[in-house]
């Protein structure tokens, strides 16, 4: 019996996933090919929406046999070690899966650009297990602050400070700004000893969006009553204090640090060529430079916008977007078809500023946009998250509730 030819995806996540249930679909017909699926987790995590497992614990996983059942897709749990691109081989640990075609989308990792103390004494936003971390720990601090009787050291407890006031940061401080106010009517601690504090290194909060939206997002943030430092940086961090590049020092037990990324160890290693942030250098159709039989999406691929000439930002949308481009480029390839080159679309954007709050626009035709703001803000943005859940239950055909 002729050995089935493999075509493996690296990463569960928004790109990975979805480039995974594309290609079933694809191969339906042809049982020659396999389709498979590697991640460290057995499940998909909705990562947009980490900010609020952090404060609210809500559920932003989706067990990955539940997504790919019925399908001709083979799930292997486990961390991929070494991409062998010239041997077609993904090693992960002692197991070896070669493959004729591969897509890496394992995501990122944060930065912290050695920033003395800075890891060791903060909690980054990439993960659901920094999520649940952070929840656990504010709600311990919020408990102890209720019974600590010296007010300085119940001020200092009560001082959250979030390193980068980029989507995630600025997300994160609104929703912990909503969790914070509950909280001390829970534990009938003083809401004016609450302080949470945006620290970011460029002259405004969500810097790569256009300025009169954030300047938008800059006020309402403050009508939260969160504190923002632009023009900063964090320049060492201990377990009880920050220093600024200002030269200012900050008491506090808890800084998140949403400051950057970086991409894994693991595609350094491969030898394939890497740009800015260590993403991989790719070419118009998101294939690896120097490499037929290599894709690269999301986090990893240092995709360009032909328009502009600029990196393609990493966001949820255009990893989905590449996702679905890199599994019909395989398809073509295979099949003789035509090939396409990537094309971003930015949809539009969306930033959550609380659980009913939030300001965000959407791209209409003739390039006209619609800016909504509020409640009317938040049900954007559910409905872009539920836009997700819907597009997985469309690849997969499947239309049972997850």
């Known amino acids: 019996m002729e050995a089935k030819k493999n075509i493996v995806v690296m990463g569960a996540g928004y790109g990975g996933i979805t480039a995974a249930l594309r290609l079933a679909r694809l191969f339906r017909l042809h049982p020659e090919y396999q389709i498979h699926l590697i991640d460290r987790n057995p499940y998909h995590t909705l990562k947009t929406q980490l900010h609020e497992a952090a404060v609210r614990k809500t559920e932003i996983s989706i067990p990955i046999d539940r997504i790919i059942q019925r399908q001709n897709i083979i799930f292997h749990l486990g961390e991929a070690t070494r991409i062998d691109s010239i041997g077609h081989i993904v090693r992960m640990g002692n197991r070896s899966l070669s493959f004729n075609y591969l897509v890496i989308a394992l995501g990122s990792q944060a930065n912290f650009y050695n920033i003395p103390g800075l890891q060791e004494s903060s909690f980054p936003l990439q993960t659901l297990r920094d999520a649940q971390q952070i929840y656990d720990s504010i709600s311990q601090l919020c408990a102890y602050a209720a019974t600590e009787p010296n007010e300085e050291r119940r001020r200092d407890t009560l001082r959250f400070v979030i390193g980068g006031g980029g989507l995630s940061g600025v997300e994160f401080a609104a929703e912990l700004a909503d969790h914070v106010a509950q909280c001390t009517r829970n534990y009938q601690v003083n809401p004016h000893e609450v302080e949470i504090i945006i620290i970011e290194s460029g002259s405004r909060v969500v810097p790569k969006m256009d300025e009169s939206f954030a300047m938008r997002i800059h006020k309402k943030l403050l009508e939260r009553g969160i504190k923002i430092i632009t023009g900063t940086k964090i320049d060492s961090r201990t377990p009880d204090t920050v220093v600024l590049s200002s030269g200012e020092v900050l008491r506090t037990r808890t800084v998140i640090w949403t400051g950057g990324i970086r991409i894994q160890e693991l595609v350094k290693e491969s030898g394939m060529k890497t740009g800015q942030l260590g993403r991989i250098i790719v070419d118009e159709f998101l294939q690896v430079e120097g490499n037929l039989f290599v894709y690269a999406i999301g986090d990893n691929a240092l995709a360009l916008n032909p328009y502009t000439k600029e990196p393609v930002p990493a966001a949820a949308q255009f990893a989905l977007q590449q996702g679905r481009l890199v599994a019909n480029n395989i398809y073509a390839t295979i099949f003789g078809g035509v090939r396409r080159p990537y094309r971003p679309k930015v949809l539009g954007e969306v930033v959550s ?46 239309w049972i509730t997850y």
């Open 353 to 398: 500023l609380g659980r009913h709050l939030a300001i965000g626009w959407l791209a209409l035709p003739l390039s006209k946009k619609i800016t909504f703001v509020g409640f009317l803000g938040s049900l954007l943005k559910t409905a872009i998250q539920e836009r997700h859940i819907f597009l997985l239950r469309k690849e997969s055909r499947k």
